[in-house]
């Protein structure tokens, strides 16, 4: 079993930085895809950033959240910087395609989630 044990959330001013990982483990082989959601009270779940052998991020977030992993750890991180009220949400991390040592492959991976909450 793959777990995803996250951390870094919390309360941050606006226009303040927070820096979220997430450290998958379990007997792992490789993850293509690492990412992270996020879901704001009252409103669906989101893509903010996803890292394979290239980054994606959602327009919302472009130029102030950066994404990026450590192979050698399994784990992944969002830098987020210039925090604006709006991206107070609970932030889900996210691996895909999951090969264990053996090769059996699961398709997704969700963490528990972390609270990140963008407020004076």
């Known amino acids: 079993q793959v777990q995803l044990v996250e951390s870094g959330g919390g309360l941050v001013q606006p226009g303040g930085s927070l820096r979220l990982s997430c450290a998958a483990s379990?007997?792992?082989?490789?993850?293509?895809?690492m990412g992270w959601y996020r879901q704001a009270p009252g409103k669906q779940r989101e893509l903010v950033a996803v890292?394979?052998?290239?980054?994606n991020y959602a327009d919302s977030v472009k130029g102030r959240f950066t994404i990026s992993r450590d192979n050698a750890k399994n784990t992944v991180y969002l830098q987020m910087n210039s925090l604006k009220p709006e991206d107070t949400a609970v932030y889900y991390c996210y691996v895909g395609d999951v090969q264990y040592v053996g090769g059996r492959r699961i398709p997704e991976v969700w963490g528990q989630g972390t609270l990140v909450t963008v407020s004076s």
């Open positions: 379990g007997t792992i082989f490789s993850i293509y895809a």
């Open positions: 890292i394979t052998g290239k980054t």
